[in-house]
Structure formats: C-alpha cells, structure tokens
C-alpha cells in the first residue's frame, strides 16, 4: 500500500523559510514524477512544483519560481520541498503527491496517490 506522509509545516513569518518533507513507502517512484501541490481556504487546489524522480528534471508554478526548490533523496526515500521568502499568499495546506507517470504535469488529476497534507502558515 503506498502511503506518503508529509511534514514540516508550521508558522513562520513572511520572508522566512520552511523546509517540506514527503517520505514515499509502499513502492519506489524511482521511474516517476512526485510533487507538490497547496490548497488555500475557500480555493482549488493547485501546482507547487514536481521532479522526475530518475532525472532529477523539475518544474515549478510561476509564483514560487525562485522561491521554492524541490529536490529527492534516493536514500530516504523523499522529496523536498526547500521554501525562501515566505508571503502570506503562500499559507496553505501542502500536499505530497505521486504519479505512475513520467510527465512534469501541473493537475492534480494527473496524480495518484496523496499525502494528508501539512499546514504552513506565513504571518504578514
């Protein structure tokens, strides 16, 4: 049964940093793509960034690009989520999420496997 489980979130302050993790057991995803998505109160959710687990490429959404890095780490079994200069826009709950694919996707519906989600907040 694969299980991703995320953490890492909290409060922080705007301009501050937060570091995501999502630790993937159940199978590998070493042929797959894995990614982060954010849902705020009251919006759908939507694309943070995804890699390509055997390639390491990357994509990011606009607003965070510059901002967050993704990265795996092949002996832990996860990915990252490295977040710099945190905006209040950027308060949501983040997901972890998987896809038996290859592509860099941006929906959500490409993806099969979830997280439960981690809060992070940014206090202006």
């Known amino acids: 049964q694969v299980q991703l489980v995320e953490s890492g979130g909290g409060l922080v302050q705007a301009g501050g940093s937060l570091r995501l993790s999502c630790a993937a057991s159940g199978r590998t995803f070493s042929r797959n793509v894995l990614g982060w998505f954010r849902q705020a109160p009251g919006k759908e959710r939507e694309f943070v960034a995804a890699?390509?687990?055997?390639?390491?490429?990357?994509r990011y959404a606009d607003s965070v690009k510059g901002r967050f890095t993704i990265s795996r780490d092949n002996a832990k079994n996860t990915v990252d989520l490295q977040m710099n200069s945190l905006k209040p826009e950027d308060t949501a709950v983040y997901y972890c999420?998987?896809?038996?694919?290859?592509?860099?996707?941006?929906?959500?519906?490409?993806?099969?496997?979830w997280g439960q989600g981690t809060q992070v907040t940014v206090s202006s």
């Open positions: 890699i390509r687990w055997s390639l390491g490429f990357t």
């Open positions: 999420a998987a896809s038996d694919g290859v592509g860099l996707t941006i929906s959500p519906h490409t993806y099969n496997y």
